[in-house]
């Protein structure tokens, strides 16, 4: 082995150090990684029952152009449970229109999801809780034929289920002004709501059942924290000039004063980062009860607007910790941030959107320094995430398009043990896109080339100068390719 190649497996073996913890498909779930449901649309939101099976809502376009909420069983690995409802599926009919707003699983195993509903296409919807059997037929001792009228839900700008017990809604106070025939809605207020899964109203809860938010705090994201108490985030002030608030509430719905100082955080980021628009939209609780919150933020400047991504994080008590990347915050450049992201070991994993519609996943570390592509989801649509059983394993759920859309649920393992250093392979010679490549790798000039695989075998080679190398033939992982001294890192996926 001549020294050259002794120097280059050197630099392989640094960098495969660095990003050998990555995120990859779970080949033991479904088909490949992935479950398909035939005869459905789209997922929305999904849960796990007390077997550990997967209970997914979604609609399903039927032949006649109506959506019909759709509620989709499977085992823990993907496998379609045929037996419920029919052939794996239950679909609410009876409407020309319907969707869900939430799911939950009852310490029963009850499926109840909270949905809106319309007799006549585009002519008003309703408010329903229905509730199934975990065989996936309706439970007839529940309400009406198994659904419950929630009017309460009608103007909900945010609904939180994570509790098997109760649900949270975010609602919004208005006043009606008429001037002659016309009549005039201003919005006064935000509130949150504590609700049973029968639809019935916890009036012990903040005043006489609504937690009235301070300053116009819009919800975007609630979390019920670990000692019960309720953390809430959004846009501050967003009557006028939006900010970024923070605030807690006790578990019966009063403000906590304590936190951040006077019951509320909140801050106008516009003067720091250059914005003109920004908002929480999630909210995660670490095992030492600090809070890291996901947001998005607008830039507007001469050539148009942006959006790019954030986490913030704050200890338990409401203070931004300003060790945690810029001034408390960590920006990602890219279109935006869900609000689904989890904590894997000292790292953060984050879902994301790019400008091409593409649904790709992050990490930071803890410190919030040096985030990372890792994984690109093979969906089409992507609502819903969560950890399934053991920390490093992620469920994703939305839609994948063949010649038409269809449920979809997709499983990836996290390896993540150490916080991963920053290292800077960025070289003045030979640069390379895109990365991660499908097809071809193309290089900003004529060179020749060699493409080594991680066990620094040679797999490719170019004696002669181009400008890209077909890679469609390779199989999804890590390599690295060689531009004389210089070595460079690509994914192919």
């Known amino acids: 082995m001549n020294k050259l190649t002794i120097v280059v497996l050197l630099v392989i073996s640094v960098v495969f150090t660095a990003y050998s913890q990555i995120i990859t498909l779970d080949n033991t779930f479904g088909q490949n ?13 999904f849960d796990f029952d007390i077997q550990g099976n997967i209970i997914a809502a979604g609609i399903a376009v039927n032949d006649g152009g109506k959506y019909n909420l759709t509620i989709a069983k499977t085992n823990a690995d993907g496998i379609i449970d045929e037996s419920f409802g029919n052939g794996g599926l239950a679909k609410i009919s009876g409407y020309d229109h319907s969707s869900p707003l939430g799911l939950s699983i009852t310490d029963d195993n ?48 945010l609904l939180n289920c994570e509790s098997n017990d109760f649900m949270l809604l975010g609602g919004v106070e208005s ?40 300053n ?10 670990r000692d019960g108490s309720i953390a809430v985030a959004g846009a501050y002030n967003s009557l006028s000039d939006h900010e970024l608030g923070l605030c807690k509430l006790t578990p019966a719905g009063q403000l906590d004063t304590v936190f951040a100082n006077d019951g509320i955080w909140h801050w106008n980021t516009t003067p720091v980062f250059d ?36 986490l913030s994080k704050f200890s338990a008590g409401g203070i931004p910790d300003s060790d945690f ?8 450049d890219f279109l935006g941030i869900s609000s689904k992201f989890f904590k894997v070991g000292e790292n953060y994993v984050c879902v994301t959107t790019t400008a091409h519609g593409a649904f ?17 989801s093979s969906l089409n649509y992507l609502h819903d995430a969560k950890i399934q059983g053991s920390p490093n394993k992620i469920l994703l759920a939305g839609a994948c398009r063949t010649s038409d859309a269809n449920f979809a649920l997709e499983r990836v393992t996290v390896d993540f043990d150490v916080s991963i250093p920053a290292i800077d392979f960025n070289s003045d010679e030979v640069k390379i896109f895109p990365n991660p490549a499908q097809d071809n790798l193309y290089f900003d000039q004529n060179t ?20 890209f190398v077909p890679v469609v033939d390779l199989e999804v992982g890590i390599y690295f390719v060689r531009f004389g001294n210089s070595v460079h890192k690509f994914v192919k996926e």
């Open 360 to 376: 790709r996943m992050y990490y930071v570390n803890a410190d919030g320094s040096f985030g990372n592509y890792l994984y690109t």
């Open 33 to 45: 990684g992935k479950t398909i449901i035939p005869n459905t649309t789209e997922i929305y939101f």
């Open 110 to 157: 009850k499926i109840v999801v909270i949905g809106q509903f319309s007799k006549v296409q585009f002519q008003g919807y309703e408010t329903l809780i229905v509730r199934l059997d975990e065989n996936g037929m309706l439970d007839e001792h529940f309400g009406d034929s198994g659904r419950v009228n929630f009017a309460a839900a009608e103007d909900v700008v």
């Open 448 to 467: 020749s080339y060699e493409i080594i695989d991680i066990q620094g075998k040679t797999l490719l080679k170019s004696e002669t100068p181009v400008n």
């Open 216 to 225: 116009c705090l819009e919800p975007r994201a609630a979390k019920i924290l």
């Open 325 to 332: 990347g810029e001034n408390g915050f960590y920006w990602f």
């Open 275 to 310: 914005l003109s628009y920004e908002g929480f939209y999630g909210i995660l609780e670490d095992s030492s009860g600090d809070l890291i919150l996901t947001g998005t933020g607008r830039h507007t400047n001469e050539s148009g607007w942006r959006d790019t991504g954030f």
């Open 175 to 214: 006043e009606r002004n008429e001037i002659g025939q016309n009549v005039y809605v201003t919005i006064t207020g935000y509130y949150i709501s504590k609700y049973n899964y029968h639809g019935n109203l916890d009036e012990n809860f903040g005043d006489r059942g609504k937690a009235h938010l301070p």
